[in-house]
């Protein structure tokens, strides 16, 4: 049965994952996301799951490598600092075609940073982070219950494309309390165990070999057209975008996650004041919703982008890469933990500044 | 006729990579035997780490996973949680667990895992070109201790099995050699003990093995096996240090 439940949003998450089948949980302790962990190491045992507070995120992402290789439904999460030291893991985990979720509440950086909400691991998430060529599937949720429903179903996306699936929050996010309808909990007979999963009962031909290396030129190559094949069905099927009042908009503010609810009061004020305001506001960050903007760059009537960030300019360039050209892209942010208000970015879109 | 001998049905019917006169052959061997008098046939889930044995997954004859450089112990403890009854295994090199790997082998050994971890000490980084290991013997020369490895400048050889010997939570822990008929008869022994002690439920178990690398030693598989058994078992002293019951 779905249920309403006022809930914090790290504790919102790790429920929505239970219900949509996580068993396997393995992480250490960062802020803003202890609430993560802390929740697991009690509901995982009481429906039969194994929860491990790992010596390291480095040992974290691995034993979900171990786990979800051995066809458990796996999942750690951390904050930024800690989310660099996965990135080793996460790149075998894409080489050697696993499923798994991923969740990083981001704090501000480079190196300790701070403890307060930031956007500046995007590059991190949607670019790559580890080494090699590999993609993972990127959501910036809005709102607890957004998050909620995408981390339900991240278990069944990650297994389709036999990828990790990355939540890409933030303190606020995280921290958040919200009314949320939380998802009935998957019945364990719905859950298959993928037929190349490392079950232990295999010998002969028939033995599963969870494996990222490939000494042979021709194979590897042959992999990585075989995975950005399969980001191309990706980009087909899973890319998420809103759009609020762009219909006639002539100025398209553009945010992903917390911030973009912050742009969409900025929407409402400048709305208010006579200003053709819109905002698209990307779901899926990685599959980008190029499209959209391509189309929004198109139309006469769209004067100019304003891409609103809690970073230095990272998402940015993607929209640069999908407007390409066609009108101005303009670039406000912040910083540090600092978070703008829906004012600041009325005036920037007015004043410039 | 009878047959007195054959190749475990825990090995494949791949050709081993190791150079000739190399202990990881041997040791895979003892490995796939034990598993196989133990009845663990089609109930096995083995790791290869980074090293020279990291095609080990196309050597076992059984379910495999390969894991990045040291991490083998975390992958392991991945795999026992989601199949507890499952017979699990880490197969790792020097550099492998008692360097970068270090962290992983230590807590998975502290939290009492109940996974069998085979550790060849060969006291250098094969795979790579002999470089020094951190159980490279004192004095003994490698491509980045040309002159041989000085304590004040590299540090001193890592004792692995009297390491963790000091933590509670593992069930049984023992340094052999394989370097003469006896002490790999010995080496069965402990890896079956090793492995015993994981189907009863005991707890993490670790054998650590004396082994040859003639390749990077630059020496012939007669003189590096004397090595093992004159100059390695100085500094590691075969024995078992841990061992509850
Ligand atoms: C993160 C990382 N660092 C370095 C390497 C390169 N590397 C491959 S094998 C190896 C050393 C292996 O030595 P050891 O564990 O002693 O095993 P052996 O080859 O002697 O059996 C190193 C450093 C790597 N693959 N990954
Ligand atoms: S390089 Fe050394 S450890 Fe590697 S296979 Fe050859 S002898 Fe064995």
Known sequence: MSEKKLMKGNEAIAEAAVRGGCRYYFGYPITPQNEIPEYMSWRLPEVGGVFIQAESEISAINMVYGAAGAGGRSMTSSSSPGVSLKQEGISYICGAELPCVIINMVRGGPGLGGIQPAQSDYFQAVKGGGHGDYKMLVYGPATVQEAVDIVYGAFDKAEQYRLPVMILGDGMLGQIMEAVTLPEMRKPGDIKVPEWATVGTHTGADRKII???????????????????????????????????????????????????????????????????????????????????????????????????LSMGQMVEDVRLAVNGKKPVKFYGRSGGNVMTPEDIARFVTEGK | MSVVYKKSKLLTDTPFHYCPGCAHGIAHKLVAETLEEL????????????????????????????????????????????????????YQGDGDLASIGMAEIVHAAARGTNITVVFINNAIYGMTGGQMAPTTLEGQKS???????????????????????????????????????????????????????????????????????????????????????????????????KNID
């Open chain 2, 143 to 241: 491509t980045t201790c040309v002159y041989g490895r000085k304590p004040e400048i590299n540090g001193s050889p890592i004792k692995v099995a009297e390491l963790l010997a000091t933590l509670d939570g593992p069930s049984y822990i023992a340094r052999c050699a394989l370097d003469t008929v006896k002490n790999i008869r010995a080496a069965k022994a402990a890896v079956k003990k090793a492995f015993q002690n994981q189907l009863d439920g005991k707890g993490f178990s670790l054998v650590e093995l004396l082994s040859s690398c003639p390749t990077n030693w630059h020496m012939s598989p007669l003189e590096a096996m004397k090595f093992v058994g004159g100059e390695m078992t100085k500094i590691y002293p075969l024995g078992v240090f």
């Open chain 1, 211 to 309: 494996n990222s290396l490939y000494i042979e030129p021709d194979v590897l190559e042959a992999l990585n057209r075989t995975l950005y094949a399969r980001y191309a069905a990706m980009s087909e099927a899973e890319t998420m975008v809103e759009e609020y009042r762009v219909s006639d908009a002539e100025v398209i503010i553009t945010a992903y996650g917390t911030v973009a609810r912050i742009a969409k009061s900025t929407v409402d004020i400048l709305r208010a004041a006579g200003v053709k305001a819109g905002l698209i506001r990307p779901i899926t960050l990685y599959p980008f919703p190029s499209a959209t903007y391509r189309a929004a760059a198109k139309k006469r009537s769209v004067k100019e982008f304003i891409t609103v960030e």
């Open chain 2, 39 to 90: 009845g663990q046939e089609g109930n096995v889930i083995g790791i290869a780490p980074v090293g020279c044995a990291v095609f080990a997954y196309n050597y076992f004859n059984c379910d495999m996973q390969q894991a990045a450089h040291g991490r083998a112990p975390a992958v392991a403890t991945g795999v026992k949680s989601v199949y507890p009854d499952k017979t699990v295994f880490a």
